[in-house]
């Protein structure tokens, strides 16, 4: 009997790329697979996109597992190379960098590279995390088109801070100066992060980078509720492993930290943080058992955690299947309950979880 598994459900994925493409029609679509693809198998998702035009991870680690896999698409370095040494496996690999700084843009300068590597200069503005200053745009396009070690092809790049927020009108200026900037040079433009695709048409571009809602996960601030018909792919399941009664004012768990009021069964689950559920999901975190929903109480511990089944509940049994996350009971939901956001959940899933992966 598996314990803690995540069923992978790959359907669900090719739904939600054609959803990115329904969004972003006139785009190309460069899938972010970083972290793992984000918890759910870096190769096993990346076989299973073959409709996108390009993967992106953040690190050479990540595009080398890639090829390792098989895998043959372009492949965007999103933090580009950290060292000169690695540009010769850059071009080997058909790996695509990022320029974001002026120490990569003189290593690629002095290298001496065979073939022109595939170059995306990013531009910040406004994000403040990578990216060149929109001033210094004119010396780095004109120098990564004088050396012979970048392609002619010099891709155009911005990231958003705010994107997840319709409200918030800093999206609209960093797209107002990233126009302004590149509106006349003939090169691909991209833009727009997952929250980018879905709440703003205009920053689409000849290219998007969605990560989160490929995963069927809406990456909107308040996203319970909406869903942009995005299908999640991951449903994170254990089993009940004991039933136990509990008299009432009886403290339970490490700490004692809880105690009903009243007499009660708990519904002791396998699962805990050291499969990579939050420590810090609240009392009350819902669970489904059955197709009900049951709340969690006491600690969540390495490997357990308690659920309150209530005293009158007669069908739970050891063995029943327990959903943490998935279709039925949203991640953003249990990100919301243990005060972080669904992308950390996902990417912290631990190797003691095993995978299913479902066509
Ligand atoms: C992670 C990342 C993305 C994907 O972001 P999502 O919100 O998951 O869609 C896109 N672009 C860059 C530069 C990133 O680091």
């Known amino acids: 009997m598996r314990l803690a598994t995540a069923e992978i459900n790959l359907t669900a994925l090719a739904h939600n790329l054609a959803q990115v493409k329904r969004f972003a029609p006139n785009s190309k679509v460069m899938a ?4 793992n693809a984000y918890g759910h198998g ?20 990540e595009a080398l597992a890639l090829r390792a896999g098989g895998l043959t698409k372009p492949i965007v370095l999103l933090e580009g190379f950290f060292n000169k040494d690695d540009l010769p496996i850059l071009l080997a690999n058909n790996f695509q960098t990022i320029i974001h700084d002026e120490y990569q843009l003189a290593a690629l300068e002095e290298a001496e590279l065979e073939a022109p590597l595939l170059c995306w200069l990013k531009v910040n503005t406004g994000m403040h995390r990578l990216g060149i200053a929109p001033e210094q745009f004119d010396e780095f396009y004109k120098r990564l088109q004088k050396t012979p070690n970048a392609n002619n092809t010099v891709n155009l790049m911005t990231h958003f801070a ?9 999206t609209v200026q960093q797209i107002s100066q990233f126009d302004c900037l590149v509106n006349n040079i003939n090169q691909a433009h991209c833009l727009s992060n997952s929250a980018g695709i879905i709440a703003w048409p205009n920053a689409h571009g000849d290219w998007v980078r969605p990560g989160l809602m490929l995963y069927g996960v809406s990456p909107m601030a308040n996203a319970l ?9 991951m449903r994170l399941t254990t089993r009940v492993i004991a039933v136990r009664h509990v008299p009432a004012n009886e403290a339970v768990g490490y700490g004692g930290r809880w105690k009903s009021d009243k007499a009660t069964q708990l519904a002791v689950v396998a ?22 929903r049951y709340g969690i109480v006491g600690s969540v511990a390495m490997d357990m955690i308690s659920v309150d089944i209530g005293q009158n509940e007669h069908n739970i049994k050891v063995g029943d299947r327990v959903t943490m996350w998935g279709p039925e009971l949203p991640v953003e939901e249990i990100a919301q309950c243990a ?3 669904p992308y950390e959940l996902l990417c912290n899933i631990t190797p003691r979880v095993s995978y299913e992966y479902q066509p």
Do not use: S, W
């Open 32 to 35: 972010v697979l970083k972290a």
């Open 42 to 61: 870096l190769v096993k998702i990346a076989q299973h996109l073959n409709d996108a035009d390009a993967f992106a991870v953040a690190r050479i680690d």
């Open 162 to 170: 705010c994107a997840d927020d319709v409200n918030n009108t800093k």
């Open 225 to 233: 509720g909406e869903q942009h018909q995005l299908k999640p792919v």
């Open 271 to 292: 699962m805990g943080y050291g499969d990579g559920y939050p420590r810090h999901a609240k009392e009350g975190t819902p669970v489904v058992i059955g197709k009900q």
């Open 339 to 341: 005060d972080t956001i």
